[in-house]
C-alpha cells in the first residue's frame, strides 16, 4: 500500500509540475507590476511588436516639500526636471520564445540605464534581470502583477 501511496505522489508532483511550466505567450507580460521593494508600479504596454513600462503609482510620489519627485539623477540635465511619477523605465523589449529580451530598463534612483531582460515565473510573478554587458554581471528583481 505504502508503494501505490509513493507512487501517487510522484505522478501528482509530475502533473502539477508539467502544469506549472505552461506556455507564456508575447501579450502575457502585460498588465500593472508591483516592483520588488513595494514602492513603484509599473504599466507594461505595447508599441507595434516592442514592449515599453512606465511608473504608474508611486508609494511616496512627493518629496519632503511636498512636490512631485523628479527625475534628479538623470545624467541629461533637460530631463532632470522631469516627474519620477510617468517616466518611461522599460524601453523596446521583444518577445523571443518564452522571454522578453534586448530592452533597456531604467532606474531613477540612480539615473543609469541598464540591459533588461524579462521572463514569467508564473502568471503573477515577472522576473526582472538588469545587467551591464553580459546578463551574469547584474541583479534580478521580482515583480508581482496587479491588474
Known amino acids: 500500500m505504502k508503494r501505490y501511496h509513493k507512487l501517487l505522489i510522484v505522478v501528482l508532483t509530475l502533473l502539477y509540475g508539467f502544469n506549472s511550466m505552461a506556455a507564456t505567450g508575447p501579450d502575457d507580460v502585460l498588465g500593472i507590476w508591483l516592483n520588488a ?3 513603484g508600479q509599473i504599466q507594461i504596454f505595447k508599441q507595434g511588436n ?3 513600462g512606465k511608473l504608474v503609482w508611486l508609494k511616496e510620489p512627493n518629496d519632503e516639500q511636498g512636490k512631485p519627485k523628479l527625475d534628479k539623477n538623470n545624467p541629461d ?3 532632470k526636471a522631469k ?3 510617468g517616466l518611461q523605465i522599460l524601453k523596446g523589449f521583444q518577445f523571443d ?3 522578453w529580451n534586448n530592452g533597456k530598463i531604467y532606474d531613477p534612483q540612480n539615473g543609469k540605464e541598464y540591459k533588461c531582460y524579462m521572463k514569467m515565473k508564473d502568471a503573477n510573478t515577472l522576473l526582472v534581470r538588469g545587467y551591464i554587458g553580459i546578463s551574469m554581471i547584474g541583479r534580478t528583481e521580482t515583480w508581482t502583477r496587479i491588474k
Open 37 to 39: 521593494n513595494g514602492k
Open 50 to 52: 516592442a514592449y515599453f
Open 77 to 79: 540635465n533637460q530631463l
Open 83 to 85: 516627474p519620477v511619477l
Open 97 to 99: 520564445k518564452d522571454e
